[in-house]
């Protein structure tokens, strides 16, 4: 019966003390349901199950907290009967399975941080008035504050291989005088001008000593929908996936498994702990033999690494098909980024969905934050925000390639039609002797630049090539764009040639086909241009879409309107003859009809990759 009730009370306290130690907020909500939604697990081999049987009733409480794993614990509390029905700035009321309130008086609340790796509550119980401070975090921190113990790191380490995320749950009850000398020290730290910060960590952490352990919970951080799917889409996409967690060594192995980060029969490299300069070179070598392993390595192992043997060690974990690095600080992570940046020269996203995520997100070229159960930090830090890991599929392989290839078709086009003009006008200086007289004047300068070309040029980051279905089922068509093909200094060269060809012709022909009436070279020459300005967005668009058809008649529409209504610029009367027709049309297809036979029999002997998958 001794035995029994040893049992029952330390079942009793480890679950008051996760009723209690916690930032979370109950919200009452009319009509509202409430069940858990995660599995969650308190471990005490010495207790067993004893006091767990309870059965989980439904309330009409909800909880708000900035860590889900917070709420779990609260959930799970409840489903054992001890149930949070409200809290407020100076105190807490709990509800036991027996329907007695239990009020307790805030006394003091210490914050998680990503440097304590844990956080601590002062509650005073009024119907007794016992003092208790209560403290979890992470077993790497508690581990060492609380007293002695057998079972805790192995326990640790078998719901680490289940991928649970673990905190420690420890006691000390305080006397008042006790309590009264840390308020007092507290207040003086807080006042203090000079290192205020340490000061106040310090007499905080002149209590977090010899503290009774109580229990050891586990948290399972389960996986959203199609987090498999879109891992390996990414990978055969091309791009490197690494994994940023502070969690147990155990736990981001087992996560990196199950989310197929790593495959099954994929062999694991765990990183050595190292310290020194010696123990670091040697753990290198042993990973250099590694080749076609993933990389699992610690945050600490990893900052002696880059002390020593930066690019090395950056080179080989380049190399791996996947790395996972654990116990990273958000410091850590944004370290990552700028060292991956900077050694690789490539171009790097970070993903994350909570606060200690926001540094690597801000750090990278392209942050993308995921609206979740950890908030909106995240989302709100990024350069794009989504709902579900899943969606990043689609927002790099579809829309970011699509963006890729519409910008460069985009400024190659712009360089082109100003180029063109340009080689037009050089040509007709040259022929008149360097004669410092504009080809084209007033209204059709501003026009070419704006009305008669700048829809149908920038209609074109509306095409695409293949559908979205089919850029999500091959995403090899992404990893085709690392290899620059779409704008690099061979496709600058070349519309830096197309476009002299076309003015030089435009221009010569011009000069030759005119008669006696320099107004009409301006007539034919500029018609000729327009025309094959828009021939040519015509000949690069893949997909045609409705806006774009609109924008290529509207400016032909405008420019004919112009021919009627521009009397200084054009002879209203020469435009009406055959002969300006005629003339007009043979420039236009000489300039044009070339490039697209080129076009044609480049598209039938060696076509694009995404032209075989057109229907």
Not at 44 to 51: H, I, L, M, N, Q
Not at 138 to 143: Q, R
Not at 325 to 347: E, F, G, M, N
Request: glycine share 6%; aromatic share 10%.
């Amino acid at each position: 019966a001794k035995v029994r009730r040893t049992e029952v009370t330390r079942v009793h306290e480890a679950v008051k003390a996760i009723a209690l130690c916690h930032n979370v907020t109950p919200v009452k909500e009319e009509g509202s349901v409430h069940m858990p939604t995660e599995s969650n697990y308190l471990s005490d081999p010495e207790v067993g199950s004893a006091g767990l049987s309870s059965p989980f009733i439904p309330g009409s409480i909800t909880y708000q907290a900035a860590s889900p794993d917070e709420v779990a614990l609260v959930t799970w509390s409840e489903s054992v009967g001890l149930t949070l029905v409200n809290r407020e700035l100076t105190n807490l009321t709990l509800r036991a399975p027996n329907g007695q309130m239990l009020k307790y008086k805030i006394l003091q609340i210490f914050p998680f941080s990503s440097d304590t790796k844990r956080m601590g509550i002062i509650v005073q119980e009024e119907s007794s008035g016992e003092i208790s401070f209560y403290l979890k975090g992470a077993d790497a921190v508690m581990s060492k504050l609380v007293e002695y113990n057998d079972w805790l790191e192995e326990e640790c380490d078998n719901m680490a291989r289940e991928g649970l995320r673990t905190l420690v749950v420890a006691k000390k009850v305080l006397s008042p005088d006790v309590y009264k000398e840390f308020e007092e020290r507290l207040r003086v730290a807080k006042l203090t001008v000079v290192d205020r910060d340490a000061e106040v960590r310090r007499v905080i952490e002149s209590l977090e000593g010899e503290l009774q352990l109580l229990a050891l919970t586990g948290v399972e951080d389960k996986l959203q929908v199609n987090v498999r799917p879109t891992l390996e889409l990414l990978s055969n996409a091309g791009i490197k996936v690494w994994m940023l967690t502070g969690d147990k060594l155990e736990t981001a192995r087992c996560i990196a498994i199950s989310s197929r980060l790593v495959g099954r029969n994929q062999p694991i490299h765990t990183f050595d702990q190292v310290t020194s300069r010696s123990e670091t070179h040697a753990a290198l070598n042993t990973f250099r033999r590694k080749s076609g392993a993933a990389l699992v390595i610690t945050g600490a192992a990893l900052e002696v690494c880059l002390q020593h043997y930066e690019s090395e060690f950056v080179e080989l974990a380049c190399q791996c098909p996947a790395v996972v690095v654990c116990r990273c600080s958000p410091d850590q992570k944004a370290a990552i980024v700028y060292l991956l940046k900077r050694h690789t020269k490539k171009p790097v996203a970070a993903i994350g969905d909570g606060g200690n995520d926001v540094s690597m997100i801000q750090a990278a070229d392209a942050g993308v934050g995921i609206v979740g159960k950890e908030g909106k930090q995240a989302s709100l830090a990024s350069d794009f925000s989504i709902t579900q890991f899943q969606h990043v599929g689609r927002l790099l392989v579809w829309h970011g390639r699509n963006s890729y290839k519409r910008s460069a078709a985009l400024s190659q086009f712009v360089i082109h039609r100003g180029l063109i003009i340009s080689i037009m006008q050089a040509v007709f200086s040259t022929v008149f002797y360097f004669v410092s007289v504009p080809l084209y004047e007033g209204f059709l300068m501003v026009g070419y630049a704006t009305v008669y070309t700048m829809a149908p040029v920038f209609s074109l980051v509306l095409d695409k090539d293949v559908k979205d279905d089919i850029a999500l089922m091959f995403p090899e068509l992404y990893k085709e764009l690392m290899k620059g093909r779409s704008l690099n200094l061979k496709t600058f060269l070349l519309w830096v040639l197309i476009s002299t060809y076309q003015g030089g012709i435009i221009m010569y022909g011009g000069l030759l086909l005119f008669d006696e009436d320099f107004i009409h070279v301006v007539a034919i020459t500029f018609t000729a241009l327009i025309l094959t300005e828009l021939l040519m967005v015509a000949f690069t668009i893949s997909t045609w879409h409705w806006l774009m058809v609109f924008a290529e008649l509207a400016s032909l529409a405008l420019y004919v309107i112009s021919l009627a209504v521009l009397r200084n610029y054009f002879d209203a009367q020469y435009l009406k003859t055959f002969e300006f027709v005629w003339k007009t049309t043979t420039l236009t297809l000489v300039s044009c009809l070339p490039l697209y036979v080129l076009k044609y029999l480049r598209r039938k002997y060696a076509p694009p990759s995404y032209s075989k998958l057109q229907g």
